[in-house]
């Protein structure tokens, strides 16, 4: 591991490449899908928190994806028109909002995760367990978790 601590910045370039691409190869292999139902990659960043976090608030939802309400205001309007979500008050706190997926919501979802899974897989099923355990690691420490 001591090798890694002298990467110099023509290797850490190509990582943020190789990142780009596989981030580009990964959301062109749901393009099709979303093509279909007429939205964008800010409809499918939405559709997959709520498919993770069922019930998740606007609050939370603009914290994750670290965007303006006006931005998110636009992309839940565009799919509640198209019948991908639907809101419900909080019991507790009825002036929170909960969003949820419906059935055309968690179909559209379905679609497109079984795509991208493919590529996924396809790169997991290909790697030993020690090279998925620790890029699972450098996930999360790129992403601060």
């Known amino acids: 591991m ?11 370039k190509e990582f943020i490449e190789k990142i780009f691409i596989s ?18 990659i800010a409809h499918h960043k939405v ?3 709520i498919s993770l976090h069922e019930g998740i608030t606007i609050s939370e939802l603009l914290n994750k994806l670290r965007i303006t309400k006006q931005s998110l ?3 839940l309007k ?18 929170l ?4 997926l419906s059935t055309k919501g968690l179909d559209i979802f379905n ?15 290909d790697s030993d367990s020690k090279e998925v355990i620790y890029f699972n690691k450098v996930l999360n420490k790129l992403i601060n978790e």
């Open 2 to 12: 001591k090798e890694l601590l002298y990467l110099k910045d023509d290797q850490l």
């Open 23 to 40: 981030y580009r190869n990964t959301f062109a292999d749901a393009k099709t899908v979303l093509n279909k139902y007429k939205i964008g």
């Open 47 to 49: 559709i997959h928190l």
């Open 73 to 75: 205001n636009r992309v």
């Open 78 to 95: 565009e799919l509640i028109k198209i019948d991908v979500i639907y809101f419900k008050k909080g019991k507790s706190d009825t002036r």
């Open 97 to 100: 909002k909960h969003v949820y």
């Open 111 to 125: 679609e497109i995760f079984s795509v991208q899974k493919k590529r996924i897989y396809n790169a997991l099923i």
